[in-house]
């Protein structure tokens, strides 16, 4: 039988997310009816790993403080192959000593964990990251077409 969000929260000491988009990540943690931060025990962690916004991570971090809750934006990169294999890369925000201890559970599915800095610094890494992605990306495809009206053979070039 699954149980629901609400039900997670009220039994998690550890509650990880990892949702489609920032506004799933709001109605989750935040909504006034589905919000499960309120029914989160004291002391407990909510590790967001949703690829999200900053204001969002620090907006989950202020209010998760009032619960009494331990808030930590963690975007992740790696795909699907990292997370199968066990070797993602965390990008953390929040506070240093919080990821730490929720750093205990994310070592058995990640290679690398990193604390960036307060609340919403994971998000700025992560956001940092795709821009050096996708400049990289469009820099080889830039080559290839290069490559391909000088006539060279793309398959050696490479």
Known sequence: MFKSPKEIAEESDFLFLM??????????????????????????????????TPNLAAKIAEAAEQFGVKS??????GGDIGARNGCLVVMCGGREEDVAEAGKIMKH????????????????????NQIMISNTLFG???????????????????
């Open 19 to 52: 949702l489609g988009y920032p506004h799933d990540v709001q109605d989750m943690v935040l909504g006034e009816e589905s919000g499960i931060l309120k029914h989160m025990k004291k002391g407990a962690y909510l590790i967001d790993h949703t690829t999200s």
């Open 72 to 77: 930590v934006d963690a975007p992740v990169s």
């Open 109 to 128: 599915y990640s290679q690398q964990i990193e604390w960036m800095g307060a609340a919403g610094a994971g998000q700025h890494t992560k956001a940092a």
């Open 140 to 158: 080889v495809c830039e080559a290839l077409i290069y490559g391909q009206k000088m006539g060279l053979n793309l398959n050696i070039m490479i």
